[in-house]
C-alpha cells in the first residue's frame, strides 16, 4: 500500500531540505461557459472568444458576480476532485505492479534523496504537499517500474484477432438471473386485473423476518442503510397510512420476498402456516396492490421510496421468471433517478434534506443521503442486468462529469462494512461485464482485435486480486456467500469472454480453467456454507455448457468432464428447487450426457 499524506503536512524535496506549504489565492476564471466545459485555453474576447468564433458557436459568459463565483468554485473543485481520484487511480495500478513481485530486497534507487519512512507495516508514506505531487508521482511510478513483477512470456505467437463461431453457442445470454424459481406459469399476474385495496395483512412476526431478510437477500446492491433508516418505519402502520410511497416501498419488497423466502428460506414462515399456493396468491395480491400505487404515484413528487420499490418490482419479476417486463420497470426506476438528479454528487446534500423534511423527519441526514447513494449503485446493478437479458442499450452511465461514481464505495474489508465491500466488488464486476458486452457482442463483426480481448483480460486479473482470500471461517454467513458469489463470478466472466470464439485454442484453455474453477467453487460452497446460490445459476450453466463441449467433442478431457457435470448436477440436487431444476432444459441436457456416457451413479440422474 501506497500513500500521499496531504493535508498539513510540509514539503518534502529531493534535497532533503523541507518547508512549510505555500497558501495561494485560486483564481477567478474568466473563461466563457463553452471553453470552460471543455478546458480549453480561452481568448476571452467579447462578445465571442477566438475558439467559439472559430467553432461556429454562440459564446457565453457569466457576468452575474455571484453566479461566477460560485461556478468557478464548483468547475475548480471538480477539477481538483478530478485529477486527485484520477491519480488515485493510477496509483492502484503501481501498487499492482509490485503487489506480486516476491524478491526480498526492493529497489530503492528512485527513492533516493526523499523523505520517504515506514509509517504503516504494511506500505511507505511520503509527506508533501499537492503543489508538487507530480514530481513524488513521477518518483512513484519509476520505483514501481523498477519493481515490476515480471510475467511469463506468452508460449507461441498471438492472435491478431479471435473470430466468432456462432455454429457452436448462437445464443449466449448475457444475465445472471436464470433462476431455478419457479417459472412463469406459475407466478405470473394476470395485469388485467386492477387491485385497488391492501391485501390481508400479515402477522407482524412474518413481516419482521422478511424485512430481516431483504437486506441480505439483495445480492444486487445490498442497500446499505435499510435497517437503520426503514425497517421500523416500514414495520409502523400509522406511518405507512400517512405516506403512501412507504406504502408502495412495502408492498414491493413483500411481493418480491415472498415467493423467494417461500423457496429458500422456509424457516421465515415458522409461524404461519401457508401452503406455496397461498404464498404466490398473496405475493400477486401484494404486486397488484404496488402496481395500483405506482399509478397513482410516479407522476406526483417523485422521491427515493417510490424509485427504490421500482427496482423491487423488477426483483419481482425476476423472481417470478416473467422476464418480458424487467426492461420496463428498470427504465422508470433510472428516469426517476434522472429526475430526482441522484446521479449528481452536488444533488445529493439537497435530495437528503428535501427528504428529511417530508419523509424521513427522524432520521439522519447521513443516513437519508447514504440511501440515496445506494439507490443510485443498486440502479446501476439491475440496469447492467436487465440490460443484458435482453440485449437492450444501457440506461444508467456513469462516465460523465455529473455522477458520484468515485465517492459512493469504500472498499473496506472491515467486518463492519460487510456491505460496502460487497457493494465495490459488484460495481468491479457489473463495469468488467458491460466491457465485454460492449467489445464482443454489441456490433456484428465477426472479428474482435485481440489486444481488446487482452485489456479486459488485465481487468479480470486486476478483479481477482481484489477479492478476499476463501475461505473465511471467521465472517458471517452472509459475508462469505458474497465472496463466493465474486469468486464465482470472476471465473464465468472469463467463460463469458471466450466462451463466443471456441474452439480456438486460447479461448478454449480459458473457458475450460473457468468451468473446473466454478465446479470446485460450487462444491466447497454447498457443502462449507449453504445452497443460496442462486443469484450465480448462469454461472453454473455456463460451466456446464464448456464441460459439455468436451463431452460432445470427446476431447482429451472428457472424463474429467463428465465427472464436472456430475458434481454440478449434485449440487443442484441439494437444492430446495430441486424438482424444478430438473425441469430446466439445460439440466436436462447434462443428465443426459450423463446417462448416455453410463455416468449413473448420481442422485436426481435416474
Not at 459512493?408 to 468491479?428: G, H, K, V
Not at 486460447?506 to 470446485?520: D, H, I, N
Amino acid at each position: 500500500m501506497m500513500t500521499l499524506a496531504t493535508e498539513g503536512a510540509l514539503v518534502a524535496y529531493s534535497d532533503g531540505s523541507k518547508k512549510k506549504p505555500v497558501k495561494r489565492r485560486a483564481r477567478m476564471a474568466l473563461s466563457c461557459q463553452r471553453c470552460r466545459r471543455h478546458r480549453s485555453k480561452c481568448s476571452r474576447g467579447r462578445p465571442q472568444c477566438e475558439q467559439c468564433l472559430t467553432a461556429g458557436v454562440a459564446c457565453e459568459y457569466l457576468d452575474a458576480p455571484g453566479d461566477l463565483e460560485s461556478t468557478a468554485l464548483r468547475d475548480r473543485f471538480a477539477g481538483l476532485e478530478d485529477q486527485i481520484h484520477t491519480l488515485l487511480g493510477e496509483f492502484d495500478i503501481i501498487e499492482a505492479l509490485v503487489r506480486d513481485n516476491k524478491q526480498p530486497n526492493l529497489c530503492t534507487k528512485a527513492l533516493t534523496g526523499w523523505d520517504i519512512h515506514q509509517k504503516y507495516p504494511s506500505g511507505l508514506a511520503i509527506d508533501t504537499h499537492l503543489q508538487h505531487v507530480q514530481d513524488i508521482y513521477k518518483c512513484l511510478i519509476q520505483f514501481a517500474l523498477d519493481n515490476e513483477a515480471k510475467q511469463p512470456a506468452p508460449v507461441g505467437p498471438q492472435p491478431a484477432w479471435l473470430r466468432r463461431n456462432n455454429a457452436i453457442f448462437p445464443t449466449i445470454r448475457l444475465s445472471h438471473f436464470t433462476s431455478l424459481q419457479p417459472d412463469s406459469t406459475i407466478l405470473a399476474m394476470a395485469d388485467d386485473i386492477e387491485i385497488t385495496q391492501p391485501p390481508p395483512p400479515l402477522p407482524q412476526t412474518i413481516v419482521k423476518n422478511l424485512l430481516h431478510l431483504y437486506k441480505t437477500c439483495l445480492l444486487h446492491g445490498a442497500v446499505q442503510p435499510f435497517n437503520v433508516l426503514l425497517q421500523d418505519m416500514l414495520l409502523d402502520q400509522q406511518v405507512l397510512d400517512a405516506t403512501p410511497s412507504l406504502q408502495l416501498l412495502y408492498a414491493s419488497i413483500l411481493c418480491h420476498m415472498l415467493p423467494h423466502a417461500y423457496c429458500w428460506h422456509r424457516e421465515a414462515f415458522a409461524s404461519l402456516h401457508i401452503s406455496e399456493a397461498e404464498c404466490v396468491s398473496l405475493a400477486q395480491q401484494y404486486y397488484g396492490w404496488a402496481k395500483h400505487l405506482l399509478s397513482t404515484l410516479y407522476f406526483e413528487t417523485q422521491n427515493l421510496a417510490t424509485c427504490h420499490a421500482i427496482c423491487n418490482l423488477v426483483l419481482y419479476h425476476m423472481e417470478s421468471g416473467n422476464t418480458s417486463v424487467i426492461y420496463i420497470y428498470s427504465g422508470m426506476a433510472v428516469r426517476m433517478a434522472l429526475s430526482l438528479q441522484l446521479y449528481r454528487e452536488e444533488a445529493l446534500d439537497g435530495i437528503a434534506q428535501s427528504h428529511h423534511q417530508t419523509i424521513f423527519k427522524n432520521a439522519n441526514i447521513r443516513y437519508i443521503k447514504g440511501y440515496a447513494r445506494s439507490l443510485l449503485w443498486f440502479l446501476y446493478f439491475l440496469d447492467t442486468a436487465t440490460s443484458h437479458f435482453h440485449n437492450k442499450p444501457y440506461e444508467v452511465h456513469l462516465n460523465n462529469g455529473d455522477t458520484s461514481t468515485t465517492t459512493a464505495f469504500n472498499p473496506s474489508l472491515s467486518q463492519d462494512d460487510r456491505q460496502a465491500l460487497f457493494q465495490w466488488l459488484e460495481f468491479q464486476a457489473c463495469q468488467i461485464t458491460r466491457d465485454i458486452r460492449r467489445t464482443c457482442f454489441a456490433n456484428d463483426a465477426e472479428e474482435t482485435p485481440y489486444r481488446e480481448i487482452e485489456r479486459i483480460e488485465r481487468s479480470l486479473i486486476s478483479f481477482r486480486a481484489s477479492l478476499p482470500t476463501l475461505p473465511m471461517k471467521q465472517a458471517s454467513v452472509w459475508s462469505t456467500r458474497c465472496l463466493y458469489m465474486h469468486w464465482i463470478r470472476y471465473h464465468g466472466q472469463w467463460i463469458l469472454l471466450h466462451q463466443t470464439y471456441l474452439p480456438t485454442p486460447l479461448s478454449l484453455q480459458r473457458c475450460t480453467t473457468a468451468a473446473f474453477a466454478l465446479v470446485q467453487l460450487f462444491n466447497n460452497w454447498i457443502i462449507d456454507i449453504d445452497c443460496y446460490f442462486r443469484p450465480c445459476i448462469h454461472e453454473l450453466k455456463q460451466a456446464c455448457d464448456i464441460l459439455l463441449y468436451h463431452v460432445d467433442n470427446n476431447t482429451e478431457v472428457k472424463l474429467k468432464a463428465l465427472d464436472g457435470l456430475a458434481q454440478l448436477i449434485q449440487v443442484i440436487m441439494l437444492t430446495p428447487v430441486s424438482e424444478i431444476a430438473k425441469k430446466r432444459p439445460f439440466v436436462r441436457r447434462v443428465q443426459e450426457a450423463l446417462q448416455a456416457n453410463d455416468w449413473n451413479n448420481i442422485p436426481g440422474c435416474s
